[in-house]
């Protein structure tokens, strides 16, 4: 059994940096992917970083591409998403999650790498969420 347990959520004003981290209890297997989410009420989970523990290959939503890095420990254990230059927009609950790749095919290395999915519905286990709140 795999639990998840963020931390490193708070308050910053717009352009500050945190760095949420992921505790992983349990075995995420080599072929699983890690995913960071955000919720806003009344909204869907949107995916905001993924990684593939494979080849460590990674992933980002638009809106964060070049703000945020999702990173994890060659163990599994911890995940880690570094957010910089925060916006009023960021401000959400943050999930992290982990589950299976798909696709599971060799890159150009010869190294077996894996798409990790865009939804929530594909992910197995989920940790309880931390608050970001960001200030204008």
């Known amino acids: 059994q795999v639990q998840l347990v963020e931390s490193g959520g708070g308050s910053v004003e717009t352009g500050g940096s945190l760095m949420l981290s992921c505790a992983v209890t349990?075995?995420?297997?080599?072929?699983?992917?890690v995913a960071w989410f955000r919720q806003t009420p009344g909204t869907e989970r949107e995916v905001v970083a993924k990684i593939y523990r494979g080849d460590d290959s990674s992933d980002y939503a638009d809106s964060v591409k070049g703000r945020f890095t999702v990173s994890i420990d060659n163990t599994g254990d911890p995940v880690y998403l570094q957010m910089t230059t925060l916006q009023p927009e960021d401000t959400a609950t943050y999930y992290c999650?982990?589950?299976?790749?798909?696709?599971?095919?060799?890159?150009?290395?010869?190294?077996?790498?894996?798409?990790?999915?865009?939804?929530?519905?594909?992910?197995?286990?989920w940790g309880q969420g931390t608050q970001v709140t960001v200030s204008s």
């Open positions: 999650a982990a589950g299976p790749g798909r696709n599971l095919r060799k890159n150009l290395s010869g190294r077996m790498t894996a798409t990790c999915p865009e939804s929530h519905y594909y992910y197995n286990y």
């Open positions: 349990g075995y995420i297997g080599i072929n699983d992917c």
